[in-house]
């Protein structure tokens, strides 16, 4: 019997039900992930990645690979790091289409100038929107070995808000989880709610994900750009929704046009080389153009819009992905395995 090849709107729903409270995966979805015989090479390489937990892949819509090779299954929701600040990213542009932030321009003495430290230097009032969202602030990063002292302090805002400036606002990359934090303390103040309810009910209920709650900071915030869960289902769904233009079947999740202005490019990161729009990494894959979201260990979800392929993958979160190691292999993997199956499909 010939495999039923249901419509996007179809496959849309289905994976929308597969996500959503941790139900069965339909038939049609798990057909079509199960018994494709191009995604042999794809399995092999990607089960010989012992650091690889899960990977999700959907082409023009129709979910072609579906596999868990190690660590929890498909249904259970994972940590995927920083994957939260495309997630916050998303939910800026919600906010701002909703006339909560009047733009990207917004500074944080127009947004939240109550709580700027006074001893703050005086140039954190004009770092914008758009600087936080492209890790532009200027201000001294609060990741990589000034991680953990920002975490272990009583108030992260405040420490994110009074580092020292490194930079100019505007003029130059630097990774800190602190900037989408201070984004995320934005969003909570300007729409007076949590950002876990903003997430839940911006992203969860149009798309069906489940979103369970995560890291508060002391003054009970929710951490902006990390520690974020959901299943290897609900992140290609989210890199679906991208995929399409922010649309999911007839609703506009995300505005079409936040999509479009999100994915150019605006900074580089010094640590990769690719480059960065408003949350989103941006490279080439086999000749492809690819956008993509990263968190620690291995936890991506990659949009190849032009090859209209989504691939979202789980990774051990304990251990290291630099992109001359693990994120490498999931780049080749993508590129050299990947493609080539939705071609040969």
């Known amino acids: 019997m010939d495999r039923p090849v249901p419509d996007r709107r179809m496959v849309l729903a289905a994976l929308a039900g597969a996500v959503a409270g941790g139900l069965a995966v339909p038939r049609a979805v798990r057909a079509a992930g199960q018994a494709d015989g191009a995604f042999e090479e794809v399995a092999a390489r990607a089960g010989a990645l012992d650091q690889l937990h899960a990977m999700v892949v959907v082409h023009d819509g129709e979910t072609r690979f579906a596999r868990a090779f190690r660590g929890p299954n498909l249904e259970r929701a994972v940590n995927v790091k920083s994957v939260s600040k495309s997630i916050v990213a998303l939910l800026a542009g919600v906010a701002i289409d909703r006339g909560f932030i009047s733009g990207t321009d917004a500074t944080l003495g127009e947004l939240i100038d109550d709580l700027i430290p006074a001893d703050a230097d005086p140039r954190v009032k004009d770092i914008t929107v758009a600087d936080l969202l492209t890790m532009q602030a200027g201000l001294e990063r609060t990741s990589g070995p000034n991680y ?34 201070i984004l995320g303390v934005v969003l909570a103040r300007t729409t007076e709610r949590t950002l876990l309810s903003l997430a839940r009910e911006w992203l969860g209920v149009p798309l069906g994900i489940d979103l369970p709650a995560w890291t508060r900071d002391p003054q009970g915030y929710y951490l902006g750009g990390n520690n974020m869960a959901m299943t290897p289902r609900a992140m290609a769904l989210i890199g679906e929704t991208v995929r399409l233009g922010g649309t999911f079947g007839d609703a506009a999740v995300i505005p079409p046009e936040w999509i479009e202005v999100s994915l150019r490019p605006r900074a580089r990161s010094p640590f990769s080389g690719d480059e960065y729009g408003y949350g989103w990494f941006l490279t080439e894959l086999a000749g492809e153009r690819a956008v993509y979201a990263r968190g620690y260990g291995g936890q991506m979800i990659y949009v190849l819009p032009d090859a209209v392929l989504t691939v979202a993958i789980t990774s051990d979160p304990t251990r290291p992905a630099r992109t001359e190691g693990h994120v490498g292999d999931l780049h080749r993997l993508v590129a050299e395995a990947v493609l080539p199956a939705v071609t040969a499909g």
């Open 148 to 181: 953990g002292a920002w975490v272990g302090s009583a108030n992260w805002l405040r420490f994110a808000l009074t580092r020292p400036f490194v930079a100019e606002p505007g003029e130059a990359f630097q990774y800190s989880t602190g900037s989408y934090h």
